[in-house]
């Protein structure tokens, strides 16, 4: 089916150069970018993914700042 649409500068720049990279026909481009386009915009927002701190209970020394003053720090503690 042949449509008429109107593309912005910025996006027919995209096309031209996704068409220069893959040889493909910017009608096959057009195409692909839609049909990705409108399935992502049709799928659900992931939620958003947070991590919680914890406390690990480390000193100072041992707070990961620097990785040889960890293993000193952990060395330390088995000779104990």
């Not at 649409?5 to 096309?15: M, S």
């Not at 939620?47 to 990961?64: I, S, Y």
Request: glycine share 6%; hydrophobic share 40%.
């Amino acid at each position: 089916m042949r449509f008429n649409l109107r593309l912005d500068e910025d996006v027919i720049q995209l096309l031209e150069e996704e068409r220069r990279r893959t040889g493909d026909p910017i009608d096959e481009l057009a195409n692909r970018a839609l049909r990705l386009g409108l399935v992502a915009a049709a799928r659900p927002a992931r939620k958003t993914f947070t991590v919680e701190p914890r406390n690990l209970g480390l000193t100072h020394a041992a707070a990961g700042d620097c990785v040889e003053q960890v293993i000193e720090h952990l060395e330390d503690g088995m000779n104990e």
